[in-house]
């Protein structure tokens, strides 16, 4: 079982959009409203290992039936064998915290989504961890979302369809291709025998390179 650790303040006041320290009366808040939904959300996650085909217009896993279009993914899996499709949600309790500050407090509804932002992404990493565990890789990618470059949001739907994700960990994708609940991710893992860039790249492809107040991170990850 994953356990949530408490959330970086930092991180999350970054996503509120705070620069620099926050100060005292928003480190409260997010330290509160982290408590509160780390008590509340019950995260799960789900995956499936395919084998990879690298073809003239993108990649295709055909263990999950799926084909995504692009050079941007072909790039990411290029020297990959294999590839880890996966889901993960923080469950629809966390959208239920959220509308329900909403109606209150608005404050705390942004506090409360952005470490929700927060709290999902530590628990891709530790599901990540957990994953490769059971799966052996020599080297693998860092996540590849649908959404990241020219790999379109729409295979999104596809992702979740082929991890049977809606009855597994009740993860669903309206028309507009918008997950349900709104924490969640979707994202595949390459695996390889040979060397890969793990973790630089994610700013590479991101349509916000050097805006957001994450691009220093990202370089440093």
Not at 27 to 46: G, Q, W
Not at 68 to 96: M, N, Q, W, Y
């Amino acid at each position: 079982m994953i356990v949530l650790e408490p959330v970086s303040v930092g991180e999350a006041a970054r996503y509120m959009g705070v620069k620099g320290d926050p100060d005292g009366n928003i480190r409260r808040l997010i330290e509160e409203t982290d408590v509160t939904v780390r008590m509340t959300v019950v995260p799960k996650y789900v995956y499936r290992v395919s084998g990879v085909e690298i073809l003239s217009e993108g990649v295709r896993l055909p263990d999950c039936g799926i084909f995504l279009p692009g050079d941007d993914i072909k790039k990411h899996l290029e020297r990959c064998g294999k590839a880890v499709v996966f889901a993960a949600t923080l469950s629809a309790e966390a959208d239920k915290l959220i509308r329900k500050a909403e109606v209150s407090d608005m404050a705390e509804a942004l506090a409360m989504d952005c470490v929700c932002s927060s709290l999902i992404e530590q628990f891709c990493d530790k599901a990540e961890e957990e994953i490769f565990r059971e799966v052996k890789a020599s080297y693998r990618t860092w996540r590849f979302s649908p959404g990241y470059g020219d790999l379109p949001i729409s295979v999104q739907e596809e992702l979740v369809k082929a991890l049977n994700a809606q009855r597994r960990i009740g993860l669903t994708v309206t028309p507009e291709n918008i997950m349900i609940p709104s924490k969640s991710v979707t994202a595949v893992i390459g695996i390889s025998e040979v060397p890969v860039h793990e973790r630089a790249g994610k700013c590479e492809f991101c349509n916000m390179r050097g805006m957001c107040a994450f691009s220093a991170q990202c370089k440093e990850e």
